[in-house]
C-alpha cells in the first residue's frame, strides 16, 4: 500500500532513497534513467522551452513525506535550494497526520481575461453595450477556443468595470471587460489570450474606443484552494515548552504578521517556501502564483498573512490557508519538462484541483514549522545546522569530510565558510 510515511529516510543515502521509491512507484525504464540522471534536462529540450539556450540549471529535488490529506497519501516532490524547506515540511505533516490529516477543498477553476479599453466618447454607452452583448461576446470567446468546450469548459461569465470613474483622477478613464473562463484542468493562459483577443475588434466596434490590453490576469481570485488542520496542544510539545506554549506563541506570532507588513512579508516568504518547490517540480508558473498570492494577502486594503492561526473551544491549534491558485496538470512545462511528467507520476493527482490543494496544503504545513521554531527554539538552530553541509561544501569539503566538517562547524557554532576553511586544511593534513 502507497504510504508517505517513511521512518529515517533522511538517514538513507542517496541510493538507498531511490531503491525505495523505486519499489514503491513503478517507473519506466526512461522515467527512472530521467530520475536519476545526472542532468535530466537535456539541452535539446531546454532550447526548445526558453530562447538562448547555454545549458540547465539544476535544483535539488526532494520529497516531502508524512502528508494525509483528505485521508489519501501524498509523497511530495519539491524543487529546492534552501536547507530546512523539507525537512521542515515533512516534520510537520507528521504531527498533523498523528492529528488526523490535513483537510482541503477547492473552487472551480475559473480563470480571469482583461480587456482594456480608452477614448469611449461616452463610458456609460460604451458599458451598456458590453453588457447587453454579453452572452454573444462570451458565445464569440468560445468559438475561439472549441476544444476546452468540448473538454466541459470555457468562458461562462462577462463582467465590465469602469476604472478611474471620478473626474480628479490622475489617470483617464477606461473600461475593462473581464472574461471568466472555466480552463479545466489547464493553467490558462495561452487559451485566456486567444480569446481576449479574439474578442477586441468586436469590444472596439461596441464602445467606439481603442483596444490596448488583452491578456489573462494572474490574480486569480476565483480560482482558490483552501486547506485546514486542527492539531492538539500535547502534539507540539517542544523541549522545555507545553504544547499550549506553543499553541499561544504560534497564535501571537500570527496576530504579528496579521497587524504588521514588515513582519507579514517574512511570515508570507515562509509559506511561498513550501508553495514554490512543488510548483516548480510540476513544471507551473511560481512567478504566476507569487503574485496572486501576495495580491490575496493585501485584498482587504494592507498586506496581511496569508494564513490563519487560531484556538477552537477545545483548545486546539486551527491552521487556515486559502489563497489563489492558478496551476495546471496538463499543458506548458508540466508535459515537455521530464522531471515535471515523474512529478505528476509520484503525486498520483487527477486533477490541477486536486493538485492546487496539495500545494497550499505543503504551504500551511510550511508556516506552521517556521513559526514553531520561532517561539521555541528560534530559527537558527535547525536551519543552520542542514545550512552547515552547504557551508561545508562551499569550503571546499568533499565526500565523507562533508559530514565532518559539517558536525565540527555546530560544535563550536561557528558556521561560516572562513570557519569551515580552517577545518578543512586540518583535515587534509
Not at 505533516?93 to 480608452?118: D, H, L, P, S, W
Not at 468562458?155 to 473600461?175: H, T
Not at 472574461?179 to 472596439?204: F, H, K, Q, R, W
Not at 486551527?318 to 511528467?341: A, F, I, R
Request: aromatic residues 6%.
Amino acid at each position: 500500500m502507497k504510504t508517505s510515511r517513511i521512518p529515517g529516510f533522511y538517514n538513507m543515502t542517496v541510493d538507498e532513497r531511490r531503491n525505495l521509491l523505486n519499489e514503491m512507484h513503478t517507473f519506466t525504464e526512461e522515467e527512472a534513467t530521467n530520475l536519476f540522471s545526472t542532468v535530466p534536462l537535456s539541452t535539446d529540450t531546454a532550447d526548445k522551452m526558453i530562447e538562448n539556450v547555454i545549458g540547465t540549471f539544476p535544483l535539488p529535488l526532494g520529497l516531502g513525506l508524512n502528508f494525509l490529506i483528505n485521508g489519501k497519501e501524498y509523497v511530495v516532490p519539491m524543487a529546492v535550494e534552501e536547507p530546512s524547506v523539507v525537512a521542515s515540511a515533512s516534520y510537520i505533516a507528521k504531527i498533523v497526520r498523528n492529528a488526523g490529516g490535513f483537510t482541503t477543498e477547492a473552487t472551480e477553476r475559473i480563470m480571469i481575461g482583461q480587456i482594456q479599453v480608452v477614448g469611449s466618447p461616452d463610458i456609460d454607452a460604451a458599458k451598456a453595450a458590453l453588457e447587453k452583448e454579453k452572452e454573444s461576446l462570451i458565445e464569440d470567446a468560445n468559438a475561439a477556443y472549441p476544444s476546452l468546450v468540448a473538454r466541459g469548459g470555457g468562458a461562462e461569465d462577462l463582467e465590465v468595470r469602469v476604472l478611474n470613474g471620478e473626474s480628479n483622477s490622475k489617470y483617464g478613464q477606461m473600461l475593462v471587460v473581464h472574461l471568466y473562463v472555466n480552463t479545466c484542468d489547464a493553467m490558462g493562459a495561452n487559451i485566456i489570450n486567444t480569446m481576449v483577443e479574439s474578442l477586441a475588434p468586436t469590444v472596439e466596434v461596441l464602445t467606439k474606443g481603442k483596444v490596448y490590453l488583452r491578456i489573462l490576469s494572474n490574480y486569480a481570485d476565483k480560482c482558490l484552494a483552501r486547506s485546514r488542520c486542527v492539531i492538539p496542544p500535547s502534539l507540539l510539545e517542544t523541549g522545555e515548552y507545553t504544547g499550549e506554549e506553543v499553541r499561544d506563541g504560534i497564535v501571537h506570532a500570527f496576530e504579528f504578521a496579521a497587524s504588521d507588513p514588515y513582519r507579514a512579508v517574512t511570515h508570507n516568504k515562509g509559506i511561498m517556501n513550501g508553495i514554490d518547490p512543488v510548483v516548480i517540480a510540476t513544471g507551473n508558473d511560481w512567478r504566476a502564483v507569487e503574485a496572486g498570492a501576495h495580491a490575496y494577502a493585501a485584498r482587504d486594503g494592507q498586506y496581511g498573512s496569508m494564513t490563519t492561526w487560531s484556538t477552537d473551544v477545545s483548545g486546539n491549534l486551527v491552521g487556515e490557508l486559502e489563497l489563489p491558485m492558478s496551476v495546471g496538470s496538463v499543458g506548458g512545462s508540466t508535459q515537455v519538462h521530464s522531471m515535471s511528467k515523474i512529478a505528476y507520476s509520484m503525486l498520483d493527482i487527477e486533477s490541477a484541483q486536486e493538485l492546487a490543494q496539495v500545494i497550499v496544503t505543503v504551504g500551511l504545513a510550511q508556516n506552521l514549522g517556521a513559526l514553531k521554531a520561532l517561539v521555541t527554539d528560534g530559527i537558527q538552530k535547525g536551519h543552520m545546522a542542514l545550512h552547515s553541509r552547504s557551508v561545508a561544501i562551499a569550503a571546499g569539503a568533499s565526500g565523507e569530510m562533508i559530514d565532518i566538517i559539517a558536525e565540527q562547524l555546530i560544535k563550536e557554532k561557528q558556521i561560516r565558510v572562513g570557519k569551515a576553511k580552517e577545518l578543512v586544511e586540518q583535515n587534509i593534513k
